[in-house]
């Protein structure tokens, strides 16, 4: 209307409606707009978890569990909400299914994976954290394993998330497994370590084993078909496998019988661990391998990574003065004017002969009465009746885990060795010595070393040679030789047997081997005979110092030997490169004239 032109009030006249602004329905519209009515009834009510729908008249939720594959991640908000409502929540791990829908609404930490592994592959990140949260979708899949879900739900749940009549999510207590196994410690068809705790008497979980206290591990494990006949066994390590401790087993603990067990149970074995005394404090690892008592065999070890077993031991808090020691031996023999005492021996049975090649194992117990600035070494001896080494060991405290740098007041150093008698300490009685940088040598068992017989007296001799191989080896000359005039007297098609006699100037540090030829005028070789000293049982390496050696040679020699004159060529080479030793003369063989005899000669 114009402003100046004042509308008409007509008060008595009702308002009239122009019909173009009323809504219209077509009849047609009404069944779809019904429908749409009827669908928003059933479906608001889901709101917002518009996939819990499923049709009432086929029997809804429960019925669609039992034909296909529900959740999408549904109600997973509602169990993070549930857990911010508990104590230190933000202090929470808990590991669920679908992470990325669960993650944004928890205000703790969500665990999706360790490492690679899934919680679809292995229970592993659900050993790991406070809380579980077990899925509908997950559990129709029976993933990680029907026996890791079987672990988990024997318990009852802290809560369970129910969405129009469907349990959609449990939350389950979990163990926030303190030392988690990164890597694959499986022994196929038997069983895989998962990880272990630490705890002390009381039950409180420990950062590192005391040395001087026991603590219990409890080493969890995931079954794959091991008997329970056969235990899991346990030690501690180095990274050399020096073994530093013992598992006492106390037996497998489950939730379950053993035979409900489906395949991917969890179970745990406790073991006492014991350090033993004198363990320098620092990094070991765990050892765990399955045995079988009823015929003493080893099923297997575990491939247990360095890292994945790693257990810190911590010092003792015991005075050392007061540990009770393993000793066969005890000795308290104070050196370096007192500031050290070699408390004793164990683990060495000096009253079993030793061979040669063999290894013995020893412990050594050294007590510090003040620190040491600097690193001393250890050498360990095997002298004769003048007092003379014949074999020598050397090496740091400890296997060089704790040098005597390290060493404080009140320590005490366990000191293991494995000693391999060499192959050339000629058998006879002997005593092993200790000594500690420049300390004099303690005297710590008698020693009786076994072996092949040796003699140190040349023996009467046919042929005397005196032909010098190398610088260490001496072949002194023939015994039992048939000899015409200064040649070797042989019979073609007879056996030529003889013996050489050797000597050793000095110990060998390699294996030679003999060759014999006859040798005709042509230089043809007639017979041949290639082997080390005694057929073996003597190689050159483990020849004492001035020892004699009688090695009888045989060579089957052929009826007809050619045209001579014929020689006997001997030498000594390195077999896998063929070189040989030098004679004085530069020659890398020495001859020996052969004459054949007839029957009538």
């Known amino acids: 209307l114009h402003p100046s032109t004042p509308p008409s009030l007509h008060p008595s006249t009702p308002p009239t409606f122009q019909p173009s602004i009323l809504p219209s329905f077509h009849p047609s519209i009404l069944p779809s707009f019904l429908l749409a009515l009827i669908q928003a009834a059933f479906v608001l009510p889901h709101f917002p978890y518009y996939f819990t729908y499923y049709n009432p008249l086929l029997g809804g939720g429960p019925a669609a569990a039992r034909t296909m594959i529900v959740g999408w991640g549904e109600g997973l908000d509602d169990a993070a909400r549930w857990l911010n409502q508990q104590p230190n929540s933000d202090s929470l791990e808990a590991v669920a299914w679908y992470s990325t829908t669960f993650e944004p609404y928890f205000a703790g930490h969500a665990i999706y994976k360790i490492e690679e592994d899934k919680i679809s592959r292995t229970p592993k990140p659900g050993l790991a954290g406070d809380y579980v949260i077990l899925y509908a979708n997950q559990l129709q899949r029976q993933l990680p394993t ?8 024997a318990v009852e749940p802290a809560h369970v998330v129910r969405l129009r009549g469907l349990d959609y999510a449990w939350i389950y207590p979990s163990i926030k497994l303190q030392h988690l196994i990164n890597g694959d410690a499986r022994l196929v068809g038997q069983a895989e370590i998962l990880g272990f705790n630490l705890l ?40 050399n496998g020096q073994q ?19 395949n991917g149970f969890v179970a745990h074995d406790d073991f006492i661990l014991e350090i033993y005394p004198g363990t320098p404090p620092g990094d070991y690892y765990l050892k765990a391998w399955i045995d079988r008592p009823a015929t003493g065999e080893l099923v297997g070890t575990f491939p247990l990574a360095l890292e994945d077993g790693r257990l810190a031991v911590a010092p003792p808090l015991t005075p050392s003065a007061q540990l009770e020691l393993p000793l066969t031996t005890t000795l308290d023999v104070p050196l370096l004017e007192g500031q050290v005492t070699l408390r004793g021996l164990a683990n060495f049975e000096s009253s079993q002969p030793w061979d040669p090649e063999q290894s013995r194992d020893l412990v050594l117990y050294w007590q510090a009465n003040q620190s040491i ?10 002298t004769d009746s003048a007092g003379q080494p014949r074999a020598e060991w050397s090496g740091l405290p400890a296997a060089g885990r704790y040098p005597t740098e390290r060493w404080q007041a009140g320590d005490l150093i366990r000191d293991p060795w494995q000693l391999t008698l060499p192959a050339r300490v000629p058998p006879g ?29 040349a023996p009467p001799l046919a042929l005397s040679l005196e032909a010098q191989f190398g610088q260490k080896i001496e072949l002194l000359g023939l015994r039992a030789a048939h000899l015409a005039g200064s040649s070797l007297a042989i019979q073609p098609g007879q056996p030529l047997e003889l013996e050489l006699v050797w000597r050793a100037a000095d110990l060998i540090d390699a294996d030679y081997t003999l060759t014999a030829q006859l040798l005709d005028a042509g230089q043809q070789v007639r017979a041949q005979l290639d ?53 004085p003369n530069g020659a890398d063989h020495l001859t020996i004239p052969v004459k054949p005899m007839t029957n009538e000669q």
């Open 146 to 153: 029907e026996g890791a879900l079987q672990y988990f739900q």
């Open 200 to 239: 002390d008497a009381d039950g409180n979980r420990l950062k590192a084993a005391p040395a001087d206290r026991p603590a219990t591990l409890e080493l969890y494990w995931e079954w794959q078909g091991k008997a329970p006949a056969e235990p899991i066994g346990l030690s501690l390590v180095d990274e």
């Open 531 to 583: 082997r080390m000293p005694l057929d073996g049982a003597a190689p050159t390496s483990t020849w004492a110092a001035d020892e004699i050696l009688s090695d009888p040679i045989r060579l089957d020699l052929p009826a007809d030997l050619g045209p001579g004159p014929h020689h006997l060529l001997l030498a000594l080479y390195r077999l896998e490169t063929g070189e040989r030793l030098t004679l």
């Open 429 to 457: 009685e002997y005593r092993l010595t200790a000594r500690l940088g420049d300390a004099p040598p303690v005297d710590l068992a008698p020693v009786t070393v076994t072996g092949r017989p040796r003699q140190f007296e």
């Open 244 to 262: 530093w401790g013992w598992g006492h087993p106390l037996g497998t603990q489950a939730r379950l019988p053993f035979d409900q067990w489906q």
């Open 373 to 382: 600035e600097q690193s001393l070494p250890i050498v360990l001896a095997l």
